[in-house]
């Protein structure tokens, strides 16, 4: 085998992963909205999904970890869309944003909370923003006092329907949060 094919080949089991992995991700999301987590086995999780256990297996530990992947990415794409939070100036266009994308992930995040991972998704957002080890004492009880504030917010704007604009809601965060992303 040629050195270019190799390449190719590695490229395509790649994508195939990734393909495998969003399938996966997608089949829990639905099957949560049909039944309880618990009761969820992974040979179902697979079937919906369309791929094999052994796929499953080289993939993830458990259907929690497969459930945390999918929080870790939700909130990474939107970090990379919208950035940090924690820079020199957050401005009210960057709320905006973050509800925005929340509101577009509503249908997910909500079977999330309703599946009792409220506590997972905020842990997961607290490993997001503590990830830099060399932050003092006080930077990181600041992240996390905004952590709280922002899923706590999410979460209960999700679960009451989404009723303020965006707008709004967005500035009431910037007005009352942005004290601790400095």
């Known amino acids: 085998m040629t050195k270019n094919n190799s390449r190719e080949l590695t490229k395509h089991n790649a994508h195939l992963n990734k393909v495998v992995c969003e399938s996966l991700q997608e089949a829990l999301i639905i099957l949560m909205n049909q039944k309880e987590f618990s009761e ?9 999904a369309g791929v094999s256990r052994m796929a499953f297996y080289n ?3 458990s259907k929690e970890d497969l459930l945390r992947e999918n929080i870790v990415q939700q909130s990474d794409k939107v970090l990379d ?4 939070p924690f820079r020199e100036k957050t401005n009210i266009e960057w709320y905006q944003q973050m509800f925005t ?4 992930a509503a249908f997910e995040l909500t079977t999330i909370f309703k599946a009792g991972f409220k506590y997972e998704y905020l842990s997961i ?3 997001i923003v503590l990830h830099n080890d060399s932050l003092s004492s006080d930077k990181r009880y600041m992240r996390l006092m905004w952590a709280g504030g922002i899923v706590n917010t999410i979460i209960y704007w999700i679960e009451s329907g989404m009723k303020e604009p ?6 009431f965060c910037y007005n009352n949060l942005s004290v601790w992303t400095k």
Do not use: H, P
């Not at 965006?166 to 500035?171: D, F, H, L, V």
């Open 81 to 84: 869309f919208i950035g940090s």
């Open 40 to 48: 969820i086995s992974i040979s179902e999780l697979c079937k919906k």
């Open 101 to 104: 994308t929340a509101k577009e």
């Open 166 to 171: 965006i707008n709004e809601i967005a500035t």
């Open 59 to 61: 993939n993830y530990n």
């Open 125 to 127: 957002i607290n490993n």
